[in-house]
């Protein structure tokens, strides 16, 4: 008989639990795979004992401890069928009935369960805060639009498994530091370690294939899901993406007659228009940011302007002069040279030709 029997330190008293009911039901412990064992049928099926898996480092301090440890669980009558999930898999010796290798609870707290407890919830726990304080860096040093993400299915998608995974491993961390609060409290009263239950501790012995489609997800999100398009105009490129939650257009010209920068987004949620609109202001007075994303100008003051659209802001600068206006739910962004951006004709001209242009790329690219 194979099943699926696949549990983790933590969940070390549940695969002694179904080990125990399978022997008294004629089972006896034959294989250990990945995620399945294979059972074969006994008139006197040998018990097995489990227990975390301990002294797993090459040094050679560590080795010998091993080495002397399971010399003295054979002494014992106890083999060691198997190492899988950082569990020790002991078996009973041939015609024998052993006593458990841990009879008493407050020992195996000490000796085995305090610290293995605690090794598994700091693997969780390091992974959560190691990734989030390395987002957080990232953020604070780079200062990203993070907004851009909302324009694309794909860029929303692996956000929101990252954010997945980063759940499931907090979820583990903190269920492995209160089951060890549990046994912490059984050894003090005298008592047995707490079995956890049968149908979580399965679900955490498959977190590895988890981890596998949310890799899989991540990976095809990046290959399938990231849909910004590039054309190549007569004098510049143009640049769309669609989302669920917006539209946007890009286009950018460096030609003698002078340089020329369009930025369109067009949202369905009321919030990111704030948002865009907040953070393309933000930009034009911080240098760094300013060079990341290839303004040729240095900070500038931004000075409201009456355009006819709800907001405006206008801005110069030695060799040009640019604009950010918000029209309902858009938020337009444009730079010019040799253009004045204050006039309201030049500007609904140069947003009419993004619409125009962005439309007849896309259709030539469908045809």
Avoid at 238 to 256: C, D, H, I, N, Q
Avoid at 322 to 345: K, P, S, Y
Wanted: charged share 25%.
């Amino acid at each position: 008989m194979t099943r699926w029997f696949r549990y983790t330190a933590e969940d070390v008293k549940a695969a002694q639990a179904e080990l125990d009911e399978l022997a008294e039901q004629g089972w006896e412990l034959a294989e250990l795979g990945i995620f399945t064992a294979s059972f074969r049928h006994a008139e006197q099926p040998r018990r097995c004992w489990v227990e975390p898996a301990r002294w797993t480092s090459i040094r050679r301090k560590d080795e010998q401890a091993r080495t002397d440890y399971l010399a003295l669980c054979e002494e014992a009558g106890w083999n060691l069928l198997d190492e899988a999930g950082g569990l020790f898999y002991f078996q009973a010796q041939p015609d024998t009935d052993p006593a458990p290798i841990q009879t008493d609870g407050s020992l195996e707290w000490e000796d085995v369960l305090k610290k293995s407890l605690w090794n598994q919830a700091y693997t969780f726990f390091y992974l959560v805060v190691y990734w989030v304080a390395w987002a957080a860096g990232r953020f604070f040093l780079d200062q990203p639009r993070v907004w851009e993400m909302f324009f694309s299915n794909g860029a929303m998608l692996v956000q929101l498994l990252l954010l997945l995974w980063l759940a499931v491993n907090l979820y583990l961390g903190m269920r492995v530091v209160r089951y060890r609060k549990k046994c912490r409290r059984a050894a003090e009263a005298g008592k047995p370690m707490p079995e956890p239950g049968r149908k979580a501790a399965r679900f955490r012995g498959a977190v590895p294939l988890v981890y596998i489609l949310l890799g899989a997800a991540i990976i095809l999100s990046f290959l399938l899901g990231f849909n910004s398009k590039r054309y190549n105009l007569e004098e510049g490129w143009l640049t769309t993406e669609r989302s669920v939650l917006g539209e946007s257009a890009e286009y950018r010209e460096f030609s003698e007659k002078g340089d020329l920068w369009l930025e369109s987004y067009d949202c369905k949620i009321s919030w990111l228009v704030g948002t865009i609109c907040g953070d393309l202001r933000a930009i034009e007075g911080d240098e760094n940011r300013l060079h990341r994303y290839f303004h040729y100008h240095g900070p500038v003051e931004l000075t409201e302007t009456d355009l006819g659209y709800d907001q405006a802001w206008s801005y110069t600068w030695g060799g040009g002069n640019g604009l950010i206006f918000r029209q309902g739910n858009r938020v337009v962004h444009m730079e010019a040279e040799n253009l004045d951006l204050t006039d309201r004709t030049v500007v609904d001209g140069l947003l009419d030709w993004l619409d125009q242009a962005a439309c007849a790329a896309e259709e030539n690219m469908i045809a």
